[in-house]
Structures are given as structure tokens and as C-alpha cells.
């Protein structure tokens, strides 16, 4: 049994905590929080507190904060010599202070307190400094169904970025989507089943060849009536620099953007 004490109660840490108490390979002996009644509807699961002093004995220290905290929090810490970790995807491993065993253990997925992640399918990227430690961050992946895969600094910093490109842009995408539907009073929904195809069509091929639309096509005419149709600038300059890379990507030669707002 791998006893794990959360440092955290944000959306990371109160989704792991679901993950690791339902695991039968995993207690969670303790829940940290700096504001105790954010958490305080798990008391009767789990020991809460506020207190960094009463923070007890246990095989790993999982610190789900904010990034610009984890160094500072992690001298904090009244204790030396224990495996402690942080969730970022960004932040260095040796941000950690020293005083302890250091790791990362990052669960590579896009949190919301209200919404269900199923963690079989959450990969889950482990970084040590003393490799005797990589074992037991493997062992806890694997207790709630995770993928570990071992990764260096730079590697995680990559996939984080990466990660803002796939998940964070492209949610604000939807947003813009969402945005000119209303303006029509159109149904977003109905967007749904082409979001859902666009997701996983990349199960199975690269999203090179999964490319389609009108850029790709070198369509001028319906560019034009789209950028027409775009009422407010940020969007029109959206449209513009992804219809430009799109057809830098696909060999689309001599395309110019249209110059001016559209009318």
C-alpha cells in the first residue's frame, strides 16, 4: 500500500484524491489545504488540514499548486529527506527545494473540478532525481490505472507546450465558434458531432493528413466570403494567420491574406 499525502485541493489535487481513494494500492493518509473548508466536505474520508506542522509521516508528498508557489512552498515544508513532487507541466523538477527527494509526477489531461475523468486514460509523466525513486511514482500510476511514462525536464516542458496548442488554444477556438454561432442565434451543439470526428480522426492518422477545409484547397472564393462574414477583427486575424499557416503547412504557394477589415 503506497500512503500519499495531497499538498493541494485545486482542480489537480481533488481529482487525484478521487483517483487514489478509489485504489485499492493507495491510502491517502492526509489532505493539505491552506483553506481547509474548500475541502472540508471530505472530512469524514480523509484527515484535512491547514496546518503545514501537522503534516504527517507518509511514502509521497504530492504538491497540486499553483506553479508560481511550488518553490517557495516546497521550503516550507517542516520536514527533510522525503519524496516530494509537483504536478506541473512547466515548472523544473529542481524548483523543489532540496532538502527532500524530489520528483514530478504530471498527469498530462485537462482538469475541471465538475467534470469526470476516467485516469486509465490520463498518461502520466514521472521525472526523478535519484533513480531509486522512479519505481514507487510508477507504482502509483499504475494503482489508479494510469500510463507512467518516464520523461526528462525538457521533454515535459515540450508536451506541456504542445499541450497549450491542442487543448488550451483550441478550446478558445470553440469559444470563438461558440461566439459566432450566438450572433445568428445558431445552436452550438450543432458543431458537436464535427468536433467529436475532428478529436478522433487523429486516433488514426497523423493530423497532417487529417487536414481538410478550405485553405487546404486553396478555396479563394469561400476564404473571401468567410472573411466577409467576420464581424469583429480578433477573429478576422484568427482566421487570417491559421488560413496562412494552414497553407504554408500543405505547399499552398503565392497566398497573401486580404488586407483590411472586412465589410
Known amino acids: 500500500m503506497i500512503s500519499v499525502i495531497l499538498l493541494g485541493a485545486g482542480n489537480v489535487g481533488t481529482h487525484l484524491y478521487k483517483a487514489f481513494s478509489s485504489s485499492d494500492a493507495v491510502t491517502v493518509t492526509q489532505w493539505y489545504n491552506r483553506n481547509r473548508t474548500s475541502i472540508s466536505s471530505y472530512?469524514?474520508?480523509?484527515?484535512?488540514?491547514?496546518?503545514?506542522?501537522?503534516?504527517?509521516?507518509?511514502?509521497?508528498?504530492?504538491?497540486?499548486?499553483?506553479?508560481?508557489?511550488?518553490?517557495?512552498?516546497?521550503?516550507?515544508l517542516p520536514?527533510?529527506?522525503?519524496?516530494?513532487?509537483?504536478?506541473?507541466?512547466?515548472?523544473?523538477?529542481?524548483?523543489?527545494?532540496?532538502?527532500?527527494k524530489i520528483g514530478v509526477f504530471y498527469p498530462l489531461q485537462t482538469f475541471s473540478k465538475d467534470a469526470e475523468i476516467d485516469f486509465t486514460e490520463v498518461p502520466i509523466c514521472i521525472e526523478v532525481y535519484e533513480k531509486e525513486n522512479l519505481k514507487i511514482l510508477?507504482?502509483?500510476?499504475?494503482?489508479?490505472?494510469?500510463?507512467?511514462?518516464?520523461?526528462t525536464t525538457e521533454q515535459r516542458q515540450t508536451l506541456h507546450l504542445a499541450a497549450v496548442f491542442v487543448n488550451n488554444f483550441t478550446n478558445q477556438l470553440y469559444r470563438i465558434g461558440h461566439?459566432?454561432?450566438?450572433?445568428?442565434?445558431?445552436?452550438?451543439?450543432?458543431?458537436?458531432?464535427?468536433?467529436?470526428?475532428?478529436?478522433?480522426?487523429?486516433?488514426?492518422?497523423?493530423?497532417?493528413?487529417?487536414?481538410t477545409g478550405p485553405a487546404k484547397r486553396n478555396d479563394?472564393?469561400?476564404?473571401?466570403?468567410?472573411?466577409?462574414?467576420?464581424e469583429k477583427e480578433e477573429?478576422?486575424?484568427?482566421?487570417?494567420?491559421?488560413?496562412?499557416?494552414i497553407k504554408k503547412t500543405h505547399g499552398v504557394k503565392n497566398y497573401r491574406p486580404r488586407k483590411g477589415k472586412a465589410n
Open 179 to 211: 461566439e459566432i454561432c450566438e450572433t445568428k442565434n445558431i445552436e452550438f451543439e450543432i458543431l458537436h458531432p464535427l468536433i467529436e470526428e475532428t478529436a478522433k480522426k487523429i486516433q488514426n492518422m497523423s493530423p497532417f493528413m487529417a487536414q
Open 43 to 76: 472530512a469524514n474520508e480523509v484527515e484535512i488540514t491547514d496546518s503545514l506542522t501537522e503534516i504527517k509521516n507518509a511514502d509521497v508528498y504530492i504538491m497540486a499548486i499553483s506553479d508560481d508557489d511550488i518553490a517557495q512552498f516546497s521550503s516550507d
Open 138 to 151: 510508477k507504482d502509483l500510476a499504475k494503482a489508479t490505472g494510469c500510463k507512467p511514462h518516464k520523461i
Open 220 to 230: 479563394k472564393k469561400t476564404i473571401k466570403r468567410q472573411l466577409k462574414l467576420i
Open 79 to 100: 520536514f527533510t529527506n522525503r519524496l516530494v513532487v509537483h504536478t506541473s507541466g512547466s515548472v523544473a523538477m529542481h524548483d523543489i527545494d532540496k532538502k527532500n
Open 235 to 245: 477573429h478576422e486575424a484568427i482566421y487570417k494567420m491559421l488560413t496562412s499557416s
